[in-house]
């Protein structure tokens, strides 16, 4: 049993910031990706961010040197800092991590982030 929880969205003005946090717990294995997705209203769901295998960053170009990925292992929580927030971002975002080894996926309930002035 893995369990992803988010946290951290809600309601800023364009330009403004959040962090988003995906707190993990249970049956975490070793080999896996963590990775935040977003979906937007009549809008795939897409990838926003995510560590690779190797411990390697990868951001999605769309938001790329205004979001950053961090995390805390002591926590056992996964951060999305999102700066220079746009309307276009508005979207519910999603923590994911999916088990490499078990090819199973598991995603959190998302959070609601909406940038309007």
């Known amino acids: 049993q893995v369990n992803l929880v988010e946290s951290g969205g809600g309601l800023v003005h364009p330009g403004g910031s959040l962090r988003l946090s995906c707190v993990t717990s249970?049956?975490?294995?070793?080999?896996?990706?963590m990775a935040w997705a977003r979906q937007a209203p009549g809008k795939q769901r897409e990838f926003v961010a995510g560590?690779?295998?190797?411990?390697?960053?990868n951001i999605a170009d769309s938001v790329k040197g205004r979001f950053s990925l961090s995390r805390d292992n002591g926590k056992n929580t996964m951060y999305l800092q999102m700066n220079n927030l746009k309307p276009e971002d508005t979207a519910v975002y999603y923590c994911?991590?999916?088990?490499?080894?078990?090819?199973?996926?598991?995603w959190g309930q998302g959070t609601q982030v909406t940038v309007s002035s």
């Open positions: 994911n991590l999916i088990d490499l080894a078990g090819g199973h996926a598991y």
């Open positions: 249970g049956n975490i294995f070793s080999q896996n990706v």
């Open positions: 560590f690779s295998r190797n411990g390697t960053t």
